[in-house]
């Protein structure tokens, strides 16, 4: 089993409709983020935990909201979807010394 | 303005070719560490380079931190079709209360031609 797992893997959605993307992990990691992918961008943060009580915006968080329900459980809401929110989106863990980073397998999400 | 600046960002090469990538920053980092990552699939770490100077090495793969903290590079030889992803760097920097953050670069995509 993986030891960060998203679901769904892939959502297509309507604009304007709320989406939920779930992450949960194994690793016993303080630490989870959310991450979009987009072609010619990178990876870029949009959420950050660094534990159960902590949220912190990252560098693209408006649109997207989330939720921490537990160490393992870090959620991503985009509450009124819109279409240049189609993107691959990762959820990570860090744990490490120097914060290493292990991902998710990613949702790709397509809002039409 | 991009923190991390990869380069180049395209790279098609041979198999058996050698080949360099770089990642470059005006900014000092705690460490640097380099992922690939394959399609349909999340990055995976590969190195985590902390001393300025420090060179590493993982089979095929040399991978070496600036003097200065600011850069990277990872060199590849003998490229493999396996080789073939996108190549990622990742910067980490103290971020207050004793956390660190990461900061990645846009990557750079092999690919390795049989």
């Known amino acids: 089993d993986a030891d960060v797992t998203q679901t769904p893997r892939n959502r297509i959605t309507k604009t304007g409709k709320r989406i939920m993307l779930e992450c949960s992990q194994t690793?016993?990691?303080?630490?989870m983020y959310w991450y979009r992918q987009d072609p010619g961008l990178g990876l870029r943060l949009i959420y950050y935990s660094f534990d159960v009580k902590d949220i912190n915006k990252g560098e693209i968080s408006d649109g997207y909201s989330v939720s921490r329900q537990a160490q393992a459980k870090f959620s991503l809401s985009l509450e009124s979807a819109i279409p240049n929110q189609t993107a691959l989106y990762f959820c990570?863990?860090?744990?490490?010394?120097?914060?290493?980073?292990?991902f998710g397998q990613g949702t790709r999400l397509t809002v039409v | 303005t991009q923190l991390l600046e990869q380069s180049p960002q395209f790279l098609s090469i041979q198999e058996g070719e050698n080949l360099t990538v770089y990642c470059n920053s005006s900014?000092?980092?705690?460490?640097l560490q380099w992922y690939r990552q394959e399609p349909g699939e999340g990055p995976v770490l590969l190195v985590t380079v902390v001393t300025g100077g420090e060179v590493k090495k993982l089979k095929r793969l040399t991978f070496q931190f600036g003097d200065a903290r600011k850069d990277s590079s990872l060199h590849i030889t003998a490229a493999q079709p396996g080789d073939t992803g996108l190549y990622l760097c990742a910067g980490a920097r103290a971020s207050g209360a004793g956390s660190y953050q990461l900061t990645f670069g846009k990557g750079t995509k092999l690919s390795v031609i049989p």
């Open positions: 690793k016993g990691h303080d630490r």
């Open positions: 900014s000092v980092f705690s460490s």
């Open positions: 990570a863990t860090s744990g490490g010394l120097f914060t290493e980073a292990f």
